[in-house]
T-cell receptor, first 112, second 113 residues
Framework: QKEVEQNSGPLSVPEGAIASLNCTYSDRGSQSFFWYRQYSGKSPELIMFIYSNGDKEDGRFTAQLNKASQYVSLLIRDSQPSDSATYLCAVNRDFGNEKLTFGTGTRLTIIP | DTAVSQTPKYLVTQMGNDKSIKCEQNLGHDTMYWYKQDSKKFLKIMFSYNNKELIINETVPNRFSPKSPDKAHLNLHINSLELGDSAVYFC????????????FGEGSRLTVL
């Protein structure tokens, strides 16, 4: 079992709709959870991080964490073509970035 | 005024050669990293340095040797390159105690022929 699993996609979503990206992790001791966005040929950039169970909202993005189910998700509301990218889920046993374990990413395409 | 810069951006070389990638950050961060991203987009940590001290050394062949002359620089030297070393190598930095963010360089795409 992979440490961090994501559906590789591609996931196609119409413009203006909600995109839902999911991630499961195997280490119950994981404490911090991150979503990075990576455009083709570019470097990853942080979208959101979440530490506590529940929802965390930032603009059009909402991260959801359920530690009991070992599940973290990212919702993108009012999807735009500029949201088309690969989304990488990452987890850490500690509170910080020192040793992130990444998933293989979900490729998201927003259809105009 | 790039925050994390790495050079070169592209390397194409033959098996058996040695190559180096350099990284510099001007963010004042105390921790720097090397990550490897393979053709399937899997991003895996290789090394991490905190204030020039090696703190993470994942299961990486000893052909890979990182070096941090100061906390703003982290270089990666690879000896005896193999086909499987072909990947994009990302340098990144972060500040200990802060939440959230790894700042990545633009990546160095290594192709071993």
């Amino acid at each position: 079992q992979k440490e961090v699993e994501q559906n590789s996609g591609p996931l196609s979503v119409p413009e203006g709709a909600i995109a839902s990206l999911n991630c499961t992790y195997s280490d119950r001791g994981s404490q911090s959870f991150f979503w990075y966005r990576q455009y083709s040929g570019k470097s990853p950039e942080l979208i959101m991080f979440i530490y506590s169970n529940g929802d965390k909202e930032d603009g059009r993005f909402t991260a959801q964490l359920n530690k009991a189910s070992q599940y973290v998700s990212l919702l993108i509301r009012d999807s735009q073509p500029s949201d088309s990218a690969t989304y990488l889920c990452a987890v850490n046993r500690d509170f910080g970035n020192e040793k992130l374990t990444f998933g293989t990413g979900t490729r998201l395409t927003i259809i105009p | 005024d790039t925050a994390v810069s790495q050079t070169p951006k592209y390397l194409v070389t033959q098996m058996g050669n040695d190559k180096s990638i350099k990284c510099e950050q001007n963010l004042g961060h105390d921790t720097m990293y090397w990550y490897k991203q393979d053709s399937k987009k899997f991003l895996k940590i290789m090394f991490s340095y905190n204030n020039k001290e090696l703190i993470i050394n994942e299961t990486v062949p000893n052909r890979f040797s990182p070096k941090s002359p100061d906390k703003a620089h982290l270089n990666l030297h690879i000896n005896s390159l193999e086909l499987g070393d072909s990947a994009v190598y990302f340098c990144a930095s972060s500040q200990t105690g802060y939440t959230g963010e790894l700042f990545f360089g633009e990546g160095s795409r290594l192709t071993v022929l």
